[in-house]
C-alpha cells in the first residue's frame, strides 16, 4: 500500500508562483510513473505533468514553459514548480503514481490551488 500526501496549494495572484510536494510512504516499486493532475469544478481530470522513475518527464500543452516537474527518489517526493500562473490554473491538484510493470495506481487526496486577483 501507498500513502500519497500533498502539499504547497493555495491562493496566488496571477503570474505568481506555488510549488507543489507529495510524500510517499510506503513500498513503491520500480518502474514506475508519478504525476500530477487538477480537476477544475465542473471538468474532468486532467494530466498536467508526469515523470518515470528515470527521469522522463511529459507536460501537458498548457502548462509547458510555466511548470516543471521534478522527484526525489531518496525522500519519495513528488514535485510541481508552478510558475506564471493564470486564473485557468485554478483546480485541486492530485499526486498519482502508477507501477509499469505490476499493476497498481494510488492517488492523493489533493490540494486547491486557486489563481486570483
Known amino acids: 500500500q501507498v500513502q500519497l500526501v500533498e502539499s504547497g496549494g493555495g491562493l496566488v495572484q496571477p503570474g505568481g508562483s506555488l510549488r507543489l510536494s507529495c510524500a510517499s510512504s510506503?513500498?513503491?516499486?520500480?518502474?514506475?510513473?508519478m504525476g500530477w493532475y487538477r480537476q477544475a469544478p465542473g471538468k474532468q481530470r486532467e494530466l498536467v505533468a508526469d515523470i518515470t522513475s528515470g527521469g522522463t518527464t511529459n507536460y501537458a500543452d498548457s502548462v509547458k514553459g510555466r511548470f516543471t516537474i521534478s522527484r526525489d527518489n531518496a525522500k519519495n517526493t513528488l514535485y510541481l514548480q508552478m510558475n506564471s500562473l493564470k486564473p485557468e490554473d485554478t483546480a485541486v491538484y492530485y499526486c498519482?503514481?502508477?507501477?509499469?510493470?505490476?499493476?497498481?495506481?494510488?492517488w492523493g487526496q489533493g490540494t486547491q490551488v486557486t489563481v486570483s486577483s
Open positions: 498519482n503514481i502508477r507501477y509499469i510493470i505490476r499493476s497498481g495506481t494510488y
Open positions: 510506503g513500498t513503491i516499486f520500480s518502474p514506475n510513473v
